[in-house]
């Protein structure tokens, strides 16, 4: 793109791509000539800003495990029994009903228990319902699984609620499971208890289970607070997934795990059970003295201090984008964020000149302000943007007032009279 000219080519393609190769196609058109330092709203890494900061104690956990030469062989495929465990009483926390370390298996990360879930339920013809706008992991794992996606609209306007008419006009007897991230990427949003039940319930009447992603589990600074999905166990299998990376800052170690929130015993199937052990044991977990550390960073992180300080910095930059977005041109924001780290915003082309699309809007919006966010088609939703608010209040409020000047710069005539 030059001089105001059309996206280019490498841009048409960004809807076949991760959401990392559509961010990294937008730092090669940054112009390091306009003075300006480039602000990256676009990536939900907080370790790119220091008021998100790793708890000492987890970083003494992984020293500690390292150091005591007890952990530099391999662990159980499954993960170690340890680990398993600590996760196992760290999810029973919130369940009316006890996991054991059975039902848990640690992963590379969140994206990996992805992977799992839909290779354990891929079968021929089978389908999966997701959520738009959702996670695009999913849609790109169900692709090489021979998974058929279909998908379900989050609702905007009662808070991005799944449309569950939606979802029962979809399924059928191919539909194997639905997808639920909950508190939500990308629109930030969290599901009540009452609608959780009413998707557990409409899951049991379709006979189809419920992944439940929940990577922003208790990331929550709204009226709701976070329920997890396995509450409703007895309801409708869950597979619940989730990772170390957001609550404790540390994206980068990727532990996360996939666990079988199944009080009424459907997955203690032997069947079942030795597929997925067998499955893990093609897997690699992540580094053993990683796993050793999480028993001491669940039991010794101090929730009072370290998670409502958190909690308190991501309602203070959602509360600054809620109100800049406000002043912006072309720009709208359905739904205030309640959880999370990201917010969908909807752009109105119509009083935009010179902007084709959401994917026009973000390409030019690099090149001319050096603001990184990323298009909504990367999520499922056309002419609409994702915008990360994890970051530090001066960088934000810089990067939405340099969208503002981006805005108004491209306003029509028409609506600024």
């Keep these: 793109m030059e001089n105001g000219g059309p996206v280019t080519h490498e841009a048409e393609t960004v809807s076949t791509i991760t959401i990392k190769g559509i961010l990294s196609l937008m730092m090669q058109i940054i112009d390091e000539e306009n003075g300006k330092r480039v602000i990256t709203l676009g990536m939900g890494d907080p370790t790119a800003y220091s008021c998100f900061l790793t708890p000492s104690v987890v970083r003494e956990a992984a020293v500690d495990a390292l150091q005591s030469n007890k952990f530099n062989g391999y662990a159980p495929t499954v993960g170690l029994l340890q680990t398993r465990r600590a996760i196992a009483e760290y999810l029973n926390r919130d369940l009316p009903y006890k996991l054991s370390p059975d039902d848990v298996f640690i992963t590379s990360g969140c994206t990996q228990a992805i992977d799992v879930s839909l290779a354990m339920l891929a079968r021929p013809g089978a389908n999966i319902l997701l959520p738009r706008p959702g996670f695009p992991i999913y849609e790109l794992s169900a692709a090489f699984r021979r998974l058929q996606v279909r998908y379900f609209d989050l609702l ?221 088609t990367a999520v499922g939703l056309k002419n609409w943007l994702r915008i990360i608010f994890a970051s530090d209040p001066s960088s934000l409020k810089e990067g939405l007032g340099r969208i503002k000047s981006f805005c108004q710069r491209h306003v029509k005539m028409s609506q600024i009279y």
Excluded at 258 to 265: E, H, K, L, Q, R
Excluded at 332 to 357: F, R
Aim: negative net charge; proline residues 7%.
């Design 156 to 376: 905007p306007e009662k808070g991005w609620e799944v449309d569950l008419d939606s979802v029962e006009a979809l399924a059928d007897q191919n539909t194997v499971a639905m997808v639920i991230i909950n508190p939500g990427n990308p629109c930030g949003n969290v599901y009540s208890y009452k609608h959780l039940k009413k998707i557990a319930e409409t899951a049991n009447k379709l006979k189809i289970l419920v992944i439940a992603d929940e990577v922003y589990g208790h990331l929550t600074f709204g009226p709701n607070p976070f329920v997890p999905m396995g509450v409703f166990g007895s309801t409708v299998p869950v597979l619940t997934l989730g990772s170390l990376s957001k609550r404790w800052i540390v994206p980068g170690w990727r532990l996360g795990w996939f666990v079988t929130s199944d009080p009424n015993g459907t997955f203690k199937e032997p069947k079942i059970i030795e597929r997925i052990k067998n499955y893990f044991d093609i897997l690699g977990g992540p580094a053993t003295f990683i796993q050793a550390a999480v028993p001491r960073i669940i039991e010794h992180t101090d929730d009072e201090i370290f998670f409502k300080e958190t909690n308190n910095t991501l309602k203070q930059t959602s509360d600054i984008c809620w109100e800049m977005m406000k002043e912006i041109p072309g720009i709208t924001c359905p739904h205030k964020p309640e959880g999370s780290m990201a917010v969908m915003v909807k752009l109105d082309l119509s009083n935009l000149k010179d902007i084709s699309d959401d994917i026009d809007f973000c390409f030019r919006l690099a090149k001319e302000e050096s603001v990184i966010v990323l298009p909504g």
